[in-house]
């Protein structure tokens, strides 16, 4: 993206440089695959969190830093996919993999019906339209039968994965599971952002009207970016309640949809790593801080935010170019 | 029945004054103030701290809830919310969500995460029967305080030369400039105004609302609806919104409990998507 094209054949040249795999993302893979051997017991539960948050961050980055379409219910997504995934368990067949096909199949069709909602407005309606879907989610999953209400969807039954790895206590087949479904999604997503498509949308985030100008299709290339991360956190969903064996209210709290937009902020918008680096960043921070201050660390959180937005991420995380005057990023 | 409506209306009306300030910043400046509803609690713990440590009456504790929110609002727009407005939305979002945890859990370690009780004077309980119709005095007394502050803005907005000057500045703030207003003066002041009307709000409804660390995060939701479903064009637009609110909030609670807040969010996704600028909202300028 720095380097300036002048001719066609320089932007052809600048966009497949862009594409290409960087040695420090095989080294953040390694690293990825690497971190199952490293857990062991004690950890594994904490690093399947780590993961599920990070498969869900990377789906609002998708719409948030790619698309830039703002959303404060992404919450909604997620839950469909853990009550899809739990429900199905329960009722139909408590294979896994057939588990995540239903979630992610059913939080895609939640995401392609409810891209009409978010076409249209200005950021602020459409802030309160993905809060207000999720919210509205959320009470149905209070009030309905069969979603267990405020209690929660138990007895929920996972058979193991691929017939022969049972989901154990510590839940290392967990976070192997979690791992494998956030690489394959980063692998997708990947391939997504690196497409056309995928350039499309950075043209429509960035000026909506110049991208209508030249041709694209705003509001269908919108829809088709909202369903498919749509359907990535309803993967999300599905992992957390199959690995958990649950699926309660809390997959569709307004609290949900807050926190992994401050991951996303954290690990940085619009970069498919910073879902990762995010999830890690805020599962360490809130450990860090809850264990300090109990009652209080929602403060340091608050002004940790503060002081990253006044500072921006740009010169935080250099520090040698505090004292610097002059050009601010 | 109709003493429901009278208490959605009370409630209704609160939460106009609560969150005309934001409707205003939003207008202004287009930024989505997260932490608008920090300053009401700021205002509802002036009035519970000084009426509890000092002994001051209810009626005298007002007027300071609504200056000190408002020299609070004045100095963190100068200090903070300044340099943010060229940034985009979700630079916006996240740093007031900050001040937003900053301000709770402040105030939880300030003064204790209990819910606040407001002792009212004995003048304000009980309740009049005008035909029938059972009416609070206190939510009376809201209903008439809020009347006469929507009037006073109302008559501010459109009679003064200040107001003019903000109408302008909300319409184009470039030309507004242009034409020598001096926007940010503007902006400050109505700035802190409205952080100033939304600590009378929560002094007000400490009562109705409740108060406790976590105010801003609970009613954050509210006010944004209020202002999204009115539209921050014109005061009228909030105050209709305001009221609708609060009639549907206090009847679905009523009539339909186990829907909960079910028929609000429903109800402002339908209207949002009909009319995405707000009821009453007309189409930006830029």
Wanted: charged share 10%.
């Amino acid at each position: 993206m720095k380097a300036t094209a002048t001719a066609a054949g320089g932007a052809a040249a600048s966009l497949a440089s862009a594409a290409r795999w960087k040695p420090w993302e095989w080294a953040l893979l390694a690293a990825l695959a690497a971190s199952w051997f490293a857990v062991g017991n004690a950890h594994a539960l904490i690093a399947n969190e780590i993961a599920i948050l990070a498969l869900f961050a990377l789906s609002l980055d998708l719409i948030l830093g790619y698309a830039g379409i703002v959303s404060l219910g992404h919450a909604a997504f997620f839950g469909i996919g853990a009550y899809g995934a739990a429900l199905f368990a329960k009722h139909v067949m408590p294979d896994p993999l057939a588990g995540m096909a239903v979630a992610i199949a059913l939080a895609a069709v939640l995401g392609a019906a409810s891209s009409v909602l978010v076409m249209r407005g200005s950021d602020l309606a459409r802030l309160m339209i993905t809060l207000g879907v999720a919210a509205i989610l959320y009470e149905l999953a209070n009030k309905l039968e069969f979603t267990g209400g405020a209690d929660g969807l138990q007895g929920v039954v996972i058979a193991p994965l691929l017939g022969r790895f049972a989901f154990d206590l510590y839940g290392r087949v967990a976070f192997a599971y979690s791992l494998v479904v956030l690489v394959v999604a980063i692998l997708v997503a990947r391939r997504i952002v690196a497409s056309p498509f995928g350039w499309s949308l950075r043209a429509i985030r960035d000026n909506r009207l110049r991208a209508a100008a030249i041709g694209l299709n705003v509001d269908a290339r919108l829809a088709v970016a909202y369903t498919i991360a749509a359907a990535m956190a309803g993967a999300a969903g599905a992992l957390q309640a199959q690995t958990s064996s649950f699926a309660s209210l809390d997959t569709l709290d307004f609290h949900r949809s807050a926190d992994v937009m401050l991951v996303v902020v954290i690990g940085g918008a619009g970069w498919l790593w910073g879902g990762v680096v995010g999830a890690i960043a805020f599962k360490l921070l809130h450990s860090l801080l809850s264990a300090w201050t109990p009652q209080y660390w929602v403060f340091w959180l608050g002004l940790f935010l503060v002081v990253l937005t006044m500072v921006g991420r740009e010169r935080l995380f250099r520090p040698w170019t505090w004292f610097r005057k002059g050009r601010r990023s | 029945m109709l003493t429901l409506l009278f208490d959605g209306v009370a409630y209704g009306m609160l939460l106009f004054i609560l969150a005309v300030g934001l409707a205003v910043t939003l207008g202004l400046m287009n930024f989505i103030n997260l932490a608008h509803g920090a300053f009401a609690m700021a205002g509802g713990y002036v009035t519970v701290l000084l009426m509890e440590r000092a002994g001051i009456p209810f009626l005298a504790t007002l007027p300071l809830a609504f200056l000190l929110p408002a020299i609070l609002g004045a100095v963190a727009e100068r200090l903070l919310y300044r340099p943010m407005y060229s940034r985009p939305h979700l630079e916006h979002e996240q740093f007031s969500i900050g001040l937003v945890f900053m301000a709770v859990a402040g105030v939880d370690y300030l003064v204790g995460s209990t819910q606040q009780i407001i002792k009212l004077p004995a003048y304000f309980q009980g309740r009049f029967e005008i035909g029938g119709v059972g009416i609070g005095k206190y939510r009376l007394f809201i209903v008439v305080v809020c009347l006469v502050l929507t009037g006073v803005l109302q008559w501010v907005l459109a009679r003064t030369r200040f107001g003019s000057r903000l109408r302008a500045a909300v319409d184009d703030p470039r030309v507004a400039a242009g034409l020598g207003i001096n926007v940010n003066t503007v902006f400050s002041l109505t700035f802190a105004v409205g952080s100033g009307l939304a600590g009378l709000g929560g002094a007000l409804g400490a009562e109705v609302l409740g108060l406790d660390p976590n105010f801003p995060l609970k009613f954050m939701i509210y006010f944004l609806i209020v202002v999204s479903v009115g539209g921050t064009t014109t005061i009228t637009g909030p105050l209709a919104a305001a009221l609708l609110l609060g009639i549907a909030d206090v009847f679905g609670k009523y009539y339909v409990p186990q829907l909960g807040a079910f028929v609000v969010y429903l109800l402002m996704v339908a209207i949002l998507f009909w009319r995405p600028q707000g009821l009453f909202g007309r189409a930006a300028a830029r």
